[in-house]
């Protein structure tokens, strides 16, 4: 190839790269999520209410992985690359007036500068929940220290101590905030299968002689990732193109626990030369990219509506957010720092987080910690700073996999 040739792919795609993110710009919010092309770059980083893929109970689905066609601008090779992008994920609960409120915003520790048209700054590189990481795992040390003194250290009792760990366990799930999990956000076509009268598994229907698909937007964990990328590379397949099969359980309800149970509980499987709805439908492939051309550069500027970690938040609400979330525990340090004997009691009530907690001082009141009732004094926590993290844990948040 020559000089000249290389010279136009290089401005092509710096033109290309223009208009993506003048289109990215409805949401700004979106420039704080990793693109992404394939699962190994997502892998080795530790990042219209329709469109979310939510499966239905019992159901099956084929699943196609979509591609857009990018020219290499060293070589002039053209590279399949997914439709995807990656963000890590704070999510965290509050309770007021005897309601519970889930939260979910994405992660902006380390990224750019970014503000949105009027001035107003979204993100300046340092998290609003990052930043209390560290007071949340003192409050989770604190309350296994509380449950300690309670059952007198860790129990030898075989049954006893099964109930300790359970009491931990439920002290650790309730941390106030935890490490952002790492999602990845990718554009797939979905066919609904059905059993047709022999048992077999074909499309439940049917537009214009091919299988009938919907583009919907599948978010996945590290581990659903790291599964599929095994099973792709055992059969020496690429993402970019490939089938697999969504195989959703039976679960009864319809509520949130059921949608819950349906997505964590789906099995992943590649599908086989002969159950290929692209084998044996020779023009659905094409048919499908040349679908794609229409939405790959926009299919993520409505994100937020199916994923509401993605709605624009802005720094200055999320540190009123975090203050009000930690206000018992910054009293209780400001207190602690004037008078030793302080106790911080924002569990001590209910063994969840309430409106209002009191800072005391001196003898604590029975109180129902990790499901049984302390009695006694609180034990001395003088030392509170120093209790809180180590540097170590502070950079391990790996995050769990995506139901």
């Given at each position: 190839m020559s000089r000249l040739s290389r010279e136009r792919i290089r401005v092509y795609q710096r033109e290309l790269i223009r208009l993506k993110e003048n289109k990215i710009m409805k949401n700004p919010f979106l420039k704080l999520g990793t693109q992404r092309t394939d699962l190994r770059t997502f892998l080795e980083d530790t990042s219209y209410n329709s469109m979310k893929y939510s499966g239905e109970s019992g159901v099956k689905n084929i699943i196609y992985f979509p591609y857009r066609e990018e020219v290499d601008a060293e070589t002039g090779e053209i590279k399949k690359e997914l439709i995807a992008i990656s963000a890590g994920v704070h999510n965290w609960d509050t309770y007021e007036n005897g309601k519970r409120g889930f939260h979910s915003v994405i992660c902006t520790e380390g990224s750019a500068y970014l503000a949105d048209n009027e001035g107003n700054v979204l993100s300046d590189g340092i998290c609003p929940i990052c930043a209390r990481l560290r007071d949340a795992k003192a409050i989770t040390d604190y309350r296994i220290a509380l449950l300690d003194n309670q059952y007198g250290g860790v129990p030898t009792d075989e049954n006893r101590k099964k109930q300790y760990d359970n009491d931990v366990d439920a002290i650790k799930k309730d941390q106030k905030v935890k490490f952002a999990t790492q999602y990845m956000y990718i554009l797939v076509a979905v066919v609904k299968m059905t059993k047709d009268g022999n048992g077999k598994l074909v499309p439940a229907a049917m537009v214009d002689g091919l299988p009938a698909y919907q583009f919907k937007i599948w978010r996945?964990?590290?581990?659903?990732?790291?599964?599929?990328?095994?099973?792709?590379?055992?059969?020496?397949?690429?993402?970019?193109?490939?089938?697999?099969?969504?195989?959703?359980?039976?679960?009864?309800?319809?509520?949130?626990?059921?949608?819950?149970q349906i997505m964590s509980k789906m099995e992943v499987d590649l599908v086989s030369d002969a159950s290929s709805l692209l084998k044996k439908f020779a023009t659905l492939q094409d048919k499908i990219q040349s679908d794609v051309k229409n939405i790959e550069d926009t299919v993520f500027d409505t994100i937020e509506k199916s994923f509401p970690e993605w709605k624009m938040s802005y720094k200055e609400n999320l540190v009123l957010e975090m203050d009000k979330l930690f206000s018992a525990w910054d009293e209780y340090q400001k207190e602690l720092s004037m008078n030793p004997s302080a106790k911080y009691l924002e569990y001590a009530a209910t063994g969840k987080a309430v409106t209002n907690p009191a800072v005391a001082v001196g003898s604590a009141q029975s109180a129902p910690i990790g499901g049984m009732a302390m009695i006694g004094d609180v034990p001395q926590m003088e030392a509170m700073p120093q209790l809180a993290v180590a540097e170590s844990e502070l950079v391990n948040g790996d995050g769990v996999a995506e139901i």
């Open positions: 996945a964990g590290r581990q659903r990732i790291e599964a599929l990328r095994d099973k792709l590379l055992d059969e020496s397949k690429e993402i970019t193109g490939a089938e697999v099969k969504f195989s959703h359980p039976e679960i009864k309800g319809e509520g949130a626990l059921a949608k819950m």
